[in-house]
DNA sequence: ACCCCGATCGTA
DNA sequence: ACGATCGGGGTT
């Protein structure tokens, strides 16, 4: 059923107008979805939202730079940052162009081999193996890079922001409930 | 040129 | 609880 295979999974690849829509929406409805990159697919388990200039946990708070650049155009674009000097994080864009949002992917458990849990954004790219190098790719349109529509609904839960200073009272991040992966 | 800080993670 | 490690962005 699930892998009938990638070209089924093509099929069902999101679009512009799935991440051009309000961000915390995007990402409580990425929850379950299938990330696929290269050989490597896993359904999405975690997520922040990040939203705009008022927030003051957003990268794009601090205005339009160079690396926030990517979040300010249109929505379904991948935004890879490092982090700490060594960990990438990988987010989606949402929303209209010129308004800053994003989606931080948090964690996906694969269901291609090893079938695990990475619970954490810079285990999943550090396993993936995403670095800058696929920092502000349309992955609507990348044949190697997308995120593709599943069948299943999950209930998730509903907390703040991990590892911010700022921005704690936002509950603004959304994860699928344990007891229900698998 | 210099300084501070960070959407993390493994170790303790 | 803490350190590793380095780029982004602001300041001198």
Known sequence: MLLAGVKQLHNHKLTREFFNRSTIQVAQDLLGQYLIFYDQIGYI???EAYIGASDPACHA???RTKRTEVMF???GYSYVYLIYGMYHCLN???E???????VLIRGIKLVTEPKIHLNGPGKLCKF???NKSYNQLDITKNPHFFVAQSEKKYQFI??????IKVG???PWRFYIDPQHLD
Request: net charge negative; glycine share 12%; aromatic share 6%.
């Open 158 to 163: 509903t907390t703040p922001r991990i590892g």
């Open 61 to 63: 708070a601090k205005g």
């Open 45 to 47: 388990t975690e997520t």
């Open 168 to 170: 704690m009272e936002l």
């Open 92 to 94: 989606f864009t949402t």
């Open 73 to 75: 155009g249109p929505a």
């Open 128 to 130: 993936l193996a995403i």
């Open 96 to 102: 209209e162009e010129g308004f800053p949002a994003a």
